[in-house]
């Protein structure tokens, strides 16, 4: 089974203060993902990487960075904390397929961390 | 533009069968995927359509649409345990996923 850890299940964080966010995958998957899930709104995509060092903007990019150093982790960065984002935040990782199996690699999420700014 | 519909919420009752509507405008499309999310945990994947027609797994099933952007999830004898929220979601190009809002699922006694 894949396993895709999430560093905190529960963060508080104080207003300007840098926060690091940290996933860890087990399965040598080559693509992870960072979401935000707010209520109303789902899921959105926030930054992917899909190779190590590899970093592309999602939907929601702003006031965050990431960093992919080892295949195995994708770290989340607030540079400067603010109460708007406050949410829950879900690490994803993923397969690339190939051929007949390339769109069908699923995404195998982590348990969240609910990040709360004060 | 890229927009994904699912209701908000639906209510069911145990042993009854359930269907969760999505219907999707992408601006591409290589498959839809379903998943479940109980309360405080992570999505977990339910199934996967990329040509039109049913896929069965088990109580469940997924339909897909391509032609009419359209897709459902059929949940069959619900349980307690099938209360949850299903998400929908579309991949579009590479592998980024476009997800729906949700559909939180109430299985009532």
């Known amino acids: 089974d894949v396993k895709v850890t999430q560093s905190s299940r529960y963060l508080v964080k104080r207003t300007g203060e840098k926060v690091f966010l940290e996933c860890v995958q087990d399965?040598?998957?080559?693509?992870m993902f960072w979401y935000r899930q707010d209520p109303g709104l789902g899921l959105r995509l926030i930054y992917f990487?899909?190779?190590?060092?590899?970093?592309e903007k999602g939907d929601i990019p702003e006031g965050y960075s990431v960093s992919r150093e080892k295949k195995e982790r994708f770290s989340l960065i607030l540079e400067s904390a603010s109460t708007n984002q406050t949410s829950m935040y879900l690490c994803?990782?993923?397969?690339?397929?190939?051929?007949?199996?390339?769109?069908?690699?699923?995404?195998?999420f982590g348990d969240g961390t609910r990040l709360s700014i004060l | 533009g890229q927009n994904i519909d699912q209701p908000t919420e639906m209510t069911a009752t145990e042993g009854a069968i359930v269907q969760i509507n999505c219907t999707y405008q992408?601006?591409?499309?290589?498959?839809l995927f379903w998943y479940q999310q109980h309360a405080g945990e992570a999505p977990t994947f339910l199934s996967y359509?990329?040509?039109?027609g049913l896929e069965e797994k088990g109580r469940f099933s997924s339909f897909l649409s391509r032609s009419k952007g359209y897709s459902y999830l059929l949940l069959k004898e619900l349980q307690m345990k099938d209360s949850a929220s299903y998400l929908c979601?579309?991949?579009?190009?590479?592998?980024?996923?476009?997800f729906g809002t949700g559909t939180r699922l109430q299985v009532f006694p």
């Open positions: 994803a990782s993923s397969l690339t397929g190939t051929g007949l199996t390339l769109s069908y690699q699923p995404q195998h």
């Open positions: 399965m040598d998957h080559e693509n």
């Open positions: 990487s899909y190779d190590v060092k590899m970093k």
């Open positions: 992408t601006s591409g499309f290589n498959g």
């Open positions: 359509n990329v040509l039109d």
């Open positions: 979601a579309v991949r579009a190009r590479t592998d980024k996923l476009i």
